[in-house]
């Protein structure tokens, strides 16, 4: 099969698409043909390897230990292993996998705990879109905040992949949206239902007086305690991601996440570092607000697979809005 292999750390320069063996499945697995996957801000900082401490668990400080890319995926399954009887041949399916990656591929052997059925109303390439951002959004949303009708919530970096999703997800949990974005991508989101937008080169939402029961920063580029300023006295200050990088950080994005962690211990709002985990029924979660029609993917740009190194690096420095796409 085809796939795009990454032998060493550095930028999309260090991507070959070449010819790999074909995996099988093996008990508990099934075998996926992959028709879409997508890009996410995890992709490039494993290919950079960066920020450097994290290479430790990437396999060395040379290169990953896992050498194809890609988490989320959507596809057919072509064959199932041993023990599988919630999937069949044929099915078409969609799903996250995690820390293993390999979904730069046209073929990928996928744990049976980290796929689904795909939303029948999606393509397969908006359905590539969905798994780890609209999960990322899910778990701190739902499952960290607890969030419910009528509270207000700030989505910091709300065009961004998983930040258009958060924007739904907090809609369809009843809260009061606003989301903060770039002039350019206004209109975007207030069509995804936010109530209020901030467009952040106007105005700084840290300092407007306005107050959140939860402050969702998918940026990483305010401190703790300007955003803290933003909650109110009981609010949740929910973090995950942490801007671009060009490599060659020590601690990168898990600097702010080290200095939250400590002071999470002093103050009193609550602050958590939402970290995802790909699960099948999280995936079944989506697909529900998807069928209901309170969950849509939005894609920016698609790049058929040969040109994935031109993709990640359009979302790595062009600040792109929602998703990018892998098309086979």
Request: hydrophobic share 45%; net charge neutral; glycine share 10%.
């Amino acid at each position: 099969m085809k796939a795009i292999v990454q032998d060493r750390f550095g930028s999309p320069d260090v991507l070959e698409f070449r010819s790999v063996e074909t995996p099988v499945a093996g008990d508990g697995e099934v075998l996926v043909q992959v028709l879409a996957a997508s890009v996410n801000a995890y992709d490039w900082h494993f290919m950079r390897g960066d920020p450097y401490l994290a290479r430790l668990m990437m396999g060395s400080f040379r290169g990953p230990r896992t050498k194809i890319r890609g988490r989320d995926f959507a596809g057919r399954v072509v064959a199932v292993g041993g023990n599988v009887t919630e999937l069949s041949v044929g099915d078409e399916v969609f799903g996250d996998m995690g820390h293993l990656s390999g979904t730069f591929a046209e073929y990928v052997c996928v744990p049976l705990d980290q796929v689904a059925h795909k939303p029948a109303k999606l393509t397969f390439e908006e359905a590539a879109a969905v798994p780890l951002a609209a999960n990322t959004a899910l778990i701190g949303l739902c499952d960290v905040a607890e969030v419910r009708s009528g509270q207000r919530v700030l989505v910091n970096g709300a065009s961004g992949g998983v930040g258009t999703f958060a924007v739904q997800v907090a809609k369809a949990y009843g809260a009061d949206v606003t989301a903060v974005c770039s002039t350019r991508n206004v209109e975007l989101v207030r069509g995804l239902g936010a109530d209020w937008v901030i467009d952040y080169t106007e105005r700084d939402f840290t300092r407007d007086g306005r107050q959140y029961d939860v402050v969702f920063d998918l940026v990483g580029n305010r401190s703790i305690g300007d955003l803290r300023r933003a909650l109110t006295p009981s609010g949740t200050l929910l973090l995950a991601g942490g801007g671009t990088s060009t490599g060659g950080s020590l601690v990168g994005p898990m600097g702010l996440v080290i200095k939250a962690q400590l002071m999470a211990r002093f103050v009193s709002h609550r602050i958590v570092i939402v970290t995802e985990t790909p699960s099948t029924r999280n995936l079944v979660r989506l697909r529900e607000l998807i069928e209901s029609g309170r969950l849509t993917p939005v894609i920016d740009r698609t790049y058929p697979l040969p040109e994935t190194a031109a993709a990640i690096r359009y979302l790595e420095v062009e600040h792109a809005r929602a998703k990018v796409v892998i098309t086979m």
